[in-house]
């Protein structure tokens, strides 16, 4: 099929580069065109693991392409995903704004018959609006559908090749059947394509976000919970994981969740039921509690040093908000480095790709290191924030010997409090009881 995709940020050209590896003919649209010209080049402006060769590989194939033209893409096109940013107004609901600006322009350009497909993560009714858009600009015939993403970042690809499923939300079966078709060679092991209406398949990427994000911030509360009375959380967790109905996944306690998608997502859907007159009071203590967890961090930190942070030496490893990428949007690292500084500590940084991204944010206010272990140098305290596969077994007895205070703050529980204790470390992790809860 001849596919346009609007946007070429994460959603776009992963969806892009996905499609064409298939056998379809993709074009992908973006007004940047520095961006455009250095996609061309096979330059991936983030960190996603696999999509660069992928986007090479493709481009060089001439199954995808890269332009600034929208016009003479739509005119190219059968199938138009909008993939453009809805990032949080003030009040924290979705700005659908370069949705409809786009919607706009494509109904201008229309020539024949396509379908419109709204990829980006938007509140529900925005479809409904795209067709309303482009019907008051034209008059060719056209379809609308709903195809949410349901991509991790740092398992993107491998999420968009082998998806546990596929919704489509669509008014028409025609239009359901044209989207079955093009995702059918991602779902020949028989995971499933849910064909909804548009109004459900909008709401189930806000729910399952939703629902997520509120197992993090649930299994954060018992973590608290645990620091008070003196149990384990890492035990609570797997006691409860093992209940089928429950399950391990998302179990994991630390210093609350960041992205592009959990945060702005919760407070979206928090901000639609406003608007309808409803409290989503889960949703809404979701997202207090997220908050909070970083501050209670903070704290353990603030403690430990009785306030005096002035010329502290602190060591950081990771900054993206998870491993395998490069994204630091609500990155919980950002958060307690930036108390660190405005106390007067000083901060060296370690991360496996985002190291980039953290200079367009910090600039010369820390220092960058060329490996983790150069940031423990005389280092009066380790802060852990991201969960990499590097940090996960170190040569703790070179970090002591290289530390000043051999102190290390775990927002990820990534190691033994007990074996640390033992090689004479100060630990503090997240539902461990210890001095600084």
Not at 7 to 27: D, H, K, R
Not at 180 to 189: D, G, M
Request: with cysteine; aromatic share 10%; proline share 4%.
């Amino acid at each position: 099929m001849n596919i346009g995709i609007v946007g070429t940020g994460y959603v776009g050209l992963v969806t892009g580069a996905c499609f064409s590896e298939s056998g379809n003919n993709v074009i992908c649209i973006d007004v940047d065109e520095g961006k455009i010209k250095s996609l061309e080049k096979g330059n991936v402006p983030f960190y996603e693991p696999g999509l660069d060769d992928l986007v090479r590989k493709n481009f060089k194939e001439g199954r995808l392409h890269f332009t600034t033209d929208l016009a003479e893409a739509v005119k190219k096109s059968f199938i138009l995903f909008i993939a453009v940013g809805t990032p949080p107004n003030g009040d924290g609901s979705a700005n659908i704004e370069a949705v409809l600006d786009v919607a706009r322009s494509i109904g201008q350009y229309l020539d024949d018959y396509k379908v419109i497909v709204t990829k980006s993560t938007v509140p529900v009714g925005t479809t409904e609006m795209v067709r309303e858009v482009i019907s008051g600009v034209t008059d060719v015939e056209f379809d609308v559908a709903s195809n949410p993403e349901f991509l991790k970042e740092g398992a993107a690809v491998e999420d968009f090749m082998k998806p546990d499923r596929v919704v489509i939300g669509a008014d028409k079966a025609s239009v359901a059947g044209i989207l079955k078709e093009l995702y059918s060679p991602f779902v020949r092991t028989s995971n499933p394509v849910i064909s909804v209406g548009i109004k459900s398949s909008e709401l189930a990427k806000y729910a399952a976000n939703a629902m997520l994000a509120t197992r993090i911030s649930f299994m954060n509360e018992i973590a608290n919970l645990c620091e008070l009375i003196g149990a384990d959380v890492s035990e609570v967790r797997v006691t409860m994981g093992a209940d089928s109905r429950i399950g391990h996944s998302f179990l994991f306690p630390g210093i609350g969740y960041g992205g592009s998608c959990f945060p702005k997502d919760v407070k979206a859907l928090i901000k639609t039921a406003e608007k309808l007159d409803y409290d989503l009071k889960i949703c809404r203590v979701t997202d207090e509690v997220n908050t909070v967890q970083r501050e209670l961090f903070w704290r353990k930190i603030k403690l430990f040093f009785k306030g005096e942070l002035k010329g502290k030496k602190f060591g950081v490893w990771g900054l993206s908000f998870k491993p395998k990428t490069d994204d630091l949007r609500e990155a919980p690292a950002l958060f307690i480095i930036d108390k660190l500084l405005s106390l007067g500590a000083q901060v060296s940084v370690h991360d496996p790709v985002a190291m980039d991204k953290a200079k367009e944010y910090f600039g010369t206010k820390v220092n960058y290191a060329k490996s983790n272990y150069d940031v423990c140098t005389d280092a009066d305290a380790l802060i852990v924030h991201t969960e990499w596969n590097e940090y996960r077994q170190p040569d703790f007895e070179k970090m002591k010997k290289l530390m000043k205070l051999p102190v290390i703050f775990d927002g990820r529980n990534l190691y033994n409090s007990k074996r640390l204790e033992n090689l004479g470390f100060q630990y503090f992790g997240v539902g461990i009881s210890n001095i600084c809860s």
